[in-house]
Nanobody, 121 residues
């Protein structure tokens, strides 16, 4: 089994910054893609940013130039640095990882429990 634990959410004023972290633990053989998604009230969950095992990144147009995704393969942790935050960034942010486990030997997608980010105007 694999667990993803997020931290770093909170309340911030518009223009401020937050850094989210997500640590994966469990029977991990390899972590492939890792990413951050968000879901605002009444809206569908959307991809914010993702990063491959090789370090290639992709961002939603709405966060390009403001958010930066990174990962530490040794600690199985992915980060999301969020700068110049806007009220429309308010959402629950979820970490996701594509993980190949030792036992059982298979690849599945895993999700964190979510962390609330609220940006006040």
């Amino acid at each position: 089994q694999v667990h993803l634990v997020e931290s770093g959410g909170g309340l911030v004023q518009a223009g401020g910054s937050l850094r989210l972290s997500c640590a994966a633990s469990g029977s991990i053989f390899r972590i492939n893609n890792m990413g951050w998604y968000r879901q605002a009230p009444g809206k569908q969950r959307e991809l914010v940013a993702d990063i491959t095992s090789g370090g290639s990144t992709d961002y939603a147009d709405s966060v390009k130039g403001r958010f930066t995704i990174s990962r530490d393969s040794e600690s199985n942790t992915v980060y999301l640095q969020m700068n110049s935050l806007k009220p429309e960034d308010t959402a629950v942010y979820y970490c996701a990882a594509d993980v190949t486990t030792y036992i059982p030997p298979r690849t599945n997608a895993y999700w964190g429990q979510g962390t609330q980010v609220t940006v006040s105007s």
